[in-house]
């Protein structure tokens, strides 16, 4: 069935408007097949990392991602004062969350990229049986849950002796700031910085951040830090796997990458977890693009 699937997808990507720049296809590819990548750059190519794991954008690539989420939370904190509702009182729901995203970033430089992503869910929360609030047992919402962009920046490549260092500035900006529980109140930022090493056996990546909240009473924060693991299995496959922190909510995070095309591949991603604060389970499903443009070095 995945055979099938495959050809159906090359041949709507050869009839397909994007077929020109797709058949441009990757100067990494060309080179990892003809041997002349070194060791620590066969897993992931010469790109500069995105926010999107196991991706990376070369000079004058466009990469687009429309892909599917899903969140399940079967422990969710939250209290009626979140709701506008008289009560401070902790209490513990069922969360569901189905959203929809687009993605999209190019590389400026061999070292700089931007990228940017919207996204759009329906959201519901079961409140607990002891919550005698007014609140509705099953609170719906859906809409525009967030915009954000980022800078990325490759601060040094990686060579024979030494790893890459490289740092990233996200801001997601306030949407639907009436929805308490898709919405996004305040600007956020994140500062982060991360350090990439490849092997004969994958790439290990390390990662860390510190956050702004502005609808936050205490504004600063540590934001998002990490751990991953990153290897080309085949020409075909890749996988990943992770360790992801915010505060005291840690994830294991795997993901199968499916090359279906030399510029496409397709993500089977999932969140797995590990404490309480966290979401139970998230998978991701998606299709991604890499298109060269004229800027691309060839």
Do not use: C
Not at 152 to 175: A, G, H, I, N, Q
Request: no cysteine; aromatic share 12%; hydrophobic share 40%.
């Amino acid at each position: 069935m995945s055979t099938r699937f495959g050809t159906v997808v090359r041949r709507l990507l050869a009839a397909g408007l994007m077929a020109p720049a797709l058949a441009a296809g990757s100067k990494d590819d060309a080179a990892r097949a003809a041997g002349q990548l070194p060791d620590y750059l066969r897993d992931r190519g010469t790109g500069v990392a995105l926010s999107m794991f196991g991706t990376y954008a070369r000079r004058g690539e466009l990469v687009v991602y429309p892909y599917w989420e899903y969140y399940v939370d079967n422990s969710r904190q939250y209290s009626p004062q979140e709701f506008n509702l008289a009560g401070t009182q902790d209490f513990t729901g069922r969360y569901r969350e189905s959203e929809g995203l687009f993605f999209v970033a190019y590389g400026l430089t061999d070292n700089l990229a931007i990228q940017a992503e919207i996204a759009a869910a329906k959201a519901s929360l079961q409140k607990s049986a002891g919550d005698l609030s007014p609140l509705p047992r099953k609170y719906e919402a859906s809409g525009l849950t967030s915009f954000e962009t980022q800078l990325r920046w490759r601060m040094r490549k990686e060579d024979e002796r030494r790893p890459e260092l490289w740092s990233y500035l996200d801001v997601v900006y306030p949407t639907n700031r009436a929805n308490p529980l898709i919405g996004t109140a305040g600007v956020e930022a994140e500062l982060g910085f991360g350090i990439t090493r490849g092997f004969r056996w994958g790439t290990l990546t390390a990662r860390f951040s510190g956050a702004y909240e502005g609808a936050s009473t205490t504004h600063f924060a540590v934001g998002e830090y990490g751990i991953e693991y990153l290897k080309r299995i085949s020409p075909r496959w890749r996988i990943f796997a992770g360790i992801n922190g915010h505060e005291t909510a840690f994830t294991l995070i795997t993901e199968a990458q499916w090359h279906v095309h030399r510029n496409v591949f397709i993500r089977f991603n999932q969140e797995i977890g590990l404490t309480s604060e966290a979401n139970d389970w998230e998978p991701q499903l998606g299709i991604l693009f890499i298109l060269p443009t004229g800027r691309s070095r060839r």
